[in-house]
Every structure is written in C-alpha cells, then in structure tokens.
C-alpha cells in the first residue's frame, strides 16, 4: 500500500514541477538556460564531493539508522536519542520519495508531514538502540555515570540474561526496588 502511495506522490510531484516548468518557459524563455545551468551545477558539486581529502564520512541521518535497525526497536542497548532539530522542507520530502534506500511508509510520512498543519515540536526525540550488541565493556573514571546512563537502562529493558560485575550491589539494589515498585 505504501508503494502505491509513494508512486502516486512521485507523479504529483512530476506534475507540479511540469506545470512550474511550463509557466517559466511562457514568461521566460531565458529559463532553460539558467535550469540547465543549475542541474550541470548540482552534477558538478557532486562529483566534486567524492574527492575530497578528509574522506566521505558523515554524521548518520534518520534515514540511515532506520536502514541499519538502530530507530525503534523495542530491545538492545540503549545508545542514545535522535532528537529532530530541523524542520523539514519540501525539496527534501520530495527528495525522500525518489530515494530507494528510505522505505516507502517512512518517505511517504515525512512527505505528508510538510503539508500538516501540525508541524512537530523541535524536542521530539527518538530511541536509538542495538539490537544486536552481545558484549559490551565501560571503561570511564568514576562518577560520570555508567550505571545510571547504560547499566540500568540495559537491566531493566533487556528480556535476556545478564552477567554484570557489580561489587558493590547497588545496580541490583536499585533495579530490584524499580521492578518491584513498577509490579505493584
């Protein structure tokens, strides 16, 4: 269904370029040189951009860690949260909808979203998680809070068994009075 609905907003899209591209060209027709020169300009800057001597690493996009698994899911290590700071235009929901690498229900969903009259709030955030950590290893001075940033987040979301080095016994300790106050 959600093929269905990228493919009939790809067409709409389509249509209002078209019919852009045919107003321009009746009042202007110095248009298709200045389009052709904008479309050698972007092909430009992005071969430009493969070659570059620091390399192609970038920061991770929404897009990106929903591919990898990394947004929603229910278990795993906890790594952090993406927090949506930008507000989203039309050139790039469009630009969603011909990418083959983002899911057709999300690109539909970010497309739809800037014609809401909702906008969302800029604090909204979203779980990031590995779902596929096995082994994990914390080394950091004492203090800057490993229990309560990683350990107990993962002992009171993880279904599986755990062996944790725990000498002291608070992280028992406390994650046994959250579970038992939550149980009541």
């Known amino acids: 269904m959600h093929k269905l609905s990228r493919s009939i907003l790809m067409l709409s899209t389509l249509a209002i370029a078209y019919c852009l ?3 321009a060209v009746l009042y202007s027709p110095w248009s298709w040189i200045v389009g052709f020169a904008l479309v050698c ?8 951009g493969d ?9 991770a996009k929404e897009a ?3 591919k990898a698994a990394l947004l929603d899911a229910e278990e795993g290590l906890i790594v952090g949260r993406m927090i949506d700071c ?10 969603t909808l011909w990418n083959s690498r983002v899911k057709a229900a999300d690109a539909c969903r970010l497309y739809l979203s800037v014609f809401s009259l909702r906008r969302a709030k800029s604090s909204t955030s979203t779980m990031v998680r590995l779902p596929r950590a096995v082994h ?10 490993k229990d309560v940033s990683l350990v107990i987040p ?20 406390i994650t046994a009075e959250l579970l038992t106050a939550v149980s009541m």
């Open 21 to 23: 591209a045919v107003v």
């Open 41 to 48: 300009a972007t092909a430009a800057k992005r071969r430009l």
């Open 51 to 59: 070659r570059t001597a620091f390399g192609t690493a970038v920061w």
């Open 64 to 66: 990106d860690l929903r």
């Open 86 to 95: 930008r507000t989203l235009t039309f050139f790039d929901a469009a630009s």
């Open 136 to 145: 994990t290893a914390v080394f950091a001075p004492t203090g800057v809070g």
């Open 154 to 173: 993962s002992l009171l979301t993880c279904p599986d068994s755990m062996v944790i080095v725990d000498f002291k016994g608070e992280n028992a300790r």
